[in-house]
Nanobody, 121 residues
């Protein structure tokens, strides 16, 4: 079983920046594609960005040009650099391990506690 630990969230003013980190641990430490999701109150969890072990990336349209996903394979850590934050980015952010790559890839059903990002306008 993989455990995912997210950190780096907080309260920031609109236009500010945050950097999220995700450290996986457990039996499957050599992971494939990983992603960041977010869930705002009253809304469904949605994909924010994804990255393969080789560094290929994919972004949701609402974060393109503002967020950057990256990973350090040596440390099994995934990052999400968030710039030009908006109030609508307020959500709990989760990292996930994907079962593949492409439009049909879905996350495995293990989630961490998430990290709260709150953007004040």
């Amino acid at each position: 079983q993989v455990q995912l630990a997210e950190s780096g969230g907080g309260l920031v003013q609109a236009g500010g920046s945050l950097r999220l980190s995700c450290v996986p641990s457990g039996s499957r430490v050599n992971l494939g594609a990983m992603a960041w999701y977010r869930q705002a109150p009253g809304k469904q969890r949605e994909l924010v960005a994804a990255v393969t072990s080789g560094g290929f990336t994919n972004y949701a349209d609402f974060v393109k040009g503002r967020f950057t996903i990256s990973r350090d394979n040596a440390k099994n850590t995934v990052f999400l650099q968030m710039n030009s934050l908006k109030a609508e980015d307020t959500a709990v952010y989760y990292c996930a391990v994907l079962n593949g790559w492409g439009p049909h890839a879905v996350p495995y059903d293990y989630w961490g506690q998430g990290t709260q990002v709150t953007v004040s306008s």
